[in-house]
């Protein structure tokens, strides 16, 4: 009986020592530090102010903003410093409305004819082009499921945060509507359709479904068609599209998901049947009036506008220049019928965000285009309220992802503890926004190479991807 006392206390000191082993790795992993990163002497643009906070520190550990602070404020031994040299340190930009999959020339009939390698590499290319542009996250606005962003996140391609809206939802005959005469309403026939670009739902129910298979492609918030575009044939833009039923069908659905609807919609009476149904984001909008303006601030919804199509030089863009072609015709229509877009926002003062919407360019056009967006869009609203759009404010629209957001987190602003995504620039881009790669010329601009020299400094995530100060 003594014994087997004995030889069970022997038995349970060895188990507790076998058991101190097996523990000591995983306890000292846990005591392993976080990776640290401290930005000295910067000036700092929060995201906000109008004014640039000087002689700053900004402590990053891990993904997260840890601390700022003056001179006094250090790191753990581990910390890797970066002297900012009375540079300015930004949010990283959001650009907040992107097309990654249509980034080929050629317009909708040639995207059509491509094989999804061809679209799939060239979307990648595009996300590189992006990141390294300053963009540390991309709102999807239409023909994009989570592959890409999936790759990303992983760490395998360099590239912004993406939030994608999966495939743009269309009526028949509407902006989305890509089937080419030769498909004769065959639905299956399109290969957009196919490759989860664009989607065709006509009534409440399709529409319902749409948004589904959206959501079971990854996407973080819905794009449906509300009016005709530029760049389709088939919707004319005085034409409205979609009722109030399957737009409220769609918003519902989001719902669901705790996120929202944005729409692509020009005029004032399209926005208005949209924001009505709950929709809290309006892509492009340029033909808004002063009461829909109102309505939308009301609602506490956002505006995304391209601005390069209000100047005299947007009409010089590749895809809408050849005299006599439909898109041609349809710039001319939009510079005339978009004149008091600025001077409406100006007053009425909507949440704004920027938005590039580059499609059908890539390469060296597609950096010219973005180049000339940042520089129209500065011009028209001031270089603050640029800035504000291209990091704050757009931070809190990908936030109406709610619980669907990938990356939850505040975006956009140097906060303690928001997300580490970071820009150090030459310069000061609230006097100057050509640090930001701005130009005055749009596609008789010089061509340069990948990358905008002034942005010295792109972190995302915690994670350097191009440095050079050090
Ligand atoms: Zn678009």
Redesign the pocket.
């Known amino acids: 009986m003594y014994r087997l006392k004995e030889i069970v206390a022997a038995c349970l000191v060895a188990c507790l020592s076998i058991m101190a082993v097996l523990t000591a790795p995983a306890s000292a992993a846990e005591e392993k530090p976080k990776p640290q990163t401290l930005f000295i002497n910067c000036n700092v643009f929060d995201g906000k102010a109008d004014k640039l906070a000087s002689n700053r520190r900004v402590l990053i550990e891990s993904n997260l903003i840890k601390e700022i602070g003056d001179d006094k404020l250090k790191g753990a031994k581990h910390v890797e410093v970066i002297d900012c040299g009375g540079r300015t340190l930004m949010p990283g930009l959001i650009d907040s409305?992107v097309?990654f999959n249509l980034a080929y020339p050629g317009g909708l009939a040639v995207a059509e004819g491509l094989r999804w390698d061809q679209l799939a590499s060239n979307a990648a290319h595009a996300a590189i082009e992006w990141l390294m542009d300053g963009f540390t996250t991309a709102r999807g606005?239409?023909g994009m499921s989570n592959g890409l962003k999936r790759t990303i996140d992983k760490g395998l391609l360099p590239g912004p945060r993406i939030y994608p809206s999966g495939s743009y939802i269309s009526q028949t005959s509407g902006h989305g509507d890509v089937l080419l005469g030769s498909q004769n309403n065959d639905i299956g026939a399109s290969n957009l359709v196919k490759l989860g670009i664009t989607q065709l739902a006509d009534g409440p129910d399709a529409v319902r479904a749409a948004v589904r298979r959206n959501f079971a492609a990854g996407a973080s918030q819905i794009k449906i068609m509300v009016g005709g575009g530029i760049s389709s044939e088939k919707g004319p833009l005085f034409a409205g599209q979609y009722t109030a039923e399957e737009i409220r069908a769609a918003v519902t659905e989001a719902a669901t998901r705790d996120t929202y609807v944005a729409v692509?919609v020009y005029h004032a009476a399209h926005i208005r049947r949209a924001l009505e149904q709950g929709v809290l984001s309006i892509?492009h909008g340029q033909f808004i009036d002063e009461p829909a303006a109102r309505l939308l601030k009301e609602k506490g919804a956002f505006i995304s506008p391209y601005t390069a199509g209000l100047t005299p030089e947007g009409l010089s863009h590749p895809a809408y220049s050849i005299p006599g072609t439909p898109q041609y015709i349809k710039a001319q229509e939009f510079a005339a019928l978009s004149k008091n877009f600025v001077d409406i926002i100006k007053k009425v003062k909507p949440k704004l965000v920027f938005a590039i919407?580059v499609?059908f360019l890539n390469g060296v056009d597609a950096r010219k285009n973005r180049d000339f967006e940042k520089f129209a869009f500065a011009r028209f609203f001031g270089n603050l309220q640029a800035l504000r759009s291209m990091t704050s404010i757009a931070g809190e629209l990908v936030a109406l992802t709610g619980k669907n957001n990938p990356y939850p987190g505040k975006l956009g602003v140097i906060e303690k503890g928001a997300l580490a995504d970071i820009l150090v620039v030459d310069g000061n881009p609230l006097k100057d926004i050509t640090v930001l790669g701005a130009n005055p010329k749009y596609f008789d601009a010089k061509p340069r190479s990948q990358g905008i020299k002034t942005i010295r400094v792109i972190m995302k995530d915690g994670k350097i991807y191009k440095n050079t100060l050090n």
């Open positions: 409305h097309h606005m239409g692509h892509e919407d499609v």
